[in-house]
């Protein structure tokens, strides 16, 4: 059943929690790694610029994968990862800012933090090389302003992911000046995937931005469709998490990253 605001209850546990969480303490000032050499690199090596997902569990997947999240994100990289993302979002994701240090420290490729970042301050509480800016959740009551998060996340030296879910939303984080554009395929007011959602929106980004189709990506044939429709590259979880198993994410990582030279 959804809330009022038209969310999942999942979603509105998520934003309650994200409300409540404060920031880092001391501003971070980060030397990040470049998102787009690292997909360019990937791209010249033959490899499909993917964003691997470290997401040890979450609201919608079966149980949780509890492996060292430094050795996950180290196999994902020999499995051609171009990038990665991180959970820190504790209570519903099973993240933490801790594995995100832990894991930036052990690679050297760009590392996305994945959280519900409402206000500056939730920007301090540890440095990435990107940040995610979720349109849907800010521009609202009790949440700072796309504008001014964006502007204050490149203060700090951090590049900016901001994510849409409609050609409306592509629009905004347009507007707002972002060069990277992710669309969700997930749908979080009802948590439902649907792999038309990156393909109807893309259009509405001009050329010079970067898309990245995210979610629900899980076959060559889904890497096909996204790259297809645009996509520059593509951020994935629960196909290389395996998250009800305990197959090798080196080799889940692979059949993506290769889908576009073993075809
Ligand atoms: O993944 C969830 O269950 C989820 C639930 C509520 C809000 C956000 C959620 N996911 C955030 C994401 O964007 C994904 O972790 C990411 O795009 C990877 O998706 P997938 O490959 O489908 O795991």
Redesign the pocket.
């Known amino acids: 059943m959804e809330s009022d605001a038209g969310l ?1 209850p ?2 509105e546990s ?1 934003l309650a929690a994200a409300r409540d969480r404060g920031g880092g303490g001391e501003r971070v000032a980060v030397d990040a790694r470049s998102l787009t050499d690292a997909f360019e690199a990937a791209e010249a090596d033959g490899r499909v610029p993917i964003i691997a ?1 470290v ?1 040890p569990t ?4 079966d149980g949780e994968r509890t492996d060292d999240p430094v050795e996950l994100a180290e196999r994902m990289v020999g499995g051609g990862a171009a990038a990665l ?1 991180v ?1 820190t979002e504790p209570e ?2 099973g993240g933490s800012a801790e594995t995100l240090e832990r894991v930036r420290a052990a690679v050297d490729v760009p590392v996305l933090r ?1 959280d ?1 970042v409402l206000h500056e301050e939730q920007l301090d509480a540890v440095e990435a090389d990107v940040v995610l800016l979720i349109v849907r959740f800010l521009d609202e009551a009790g949440t700072d302003d796309l504008d001014d998060l964006l502007a204050a996340a490149r203060d700090r030296g951090f590049q900016v992911l901001v ?1 849409a879910h409609t050609a409306e939303e592509v629009e905004r984080a347009v507007a707002a000046g972002a060069d990277v554009v ?1 669309v ?3 749908d ?1 007011a009802k ?1 439902e ?1 649907d792999l038309d959602t990156f393909p109807a929106a893309a259009d509405a980004a001009p050329e010079n931005v970067t898309l990245i189709a ?5 076959t060559p044939d889904d890497v096909a469709r996204m790259r297809g429709a645009g996509a520059d590259a593509l ?7 395996d998250h009800g198993g305990d197959s090798d994410v080196a080799e889940n990582a692979r059949r993506l990253t290769q889908a576009e030279t073993d075809t």
């Open positions: 999942a999942e979603v998520i997902e997401k979450s609201p919608t997947t993302s959970l519903h994701f994945k519900f994510e992710g969700n395929n997930r979080l948590l995937v995210e979610s629900g990506i899980g951020l994935v979880g629960s196909a290389i998490m």
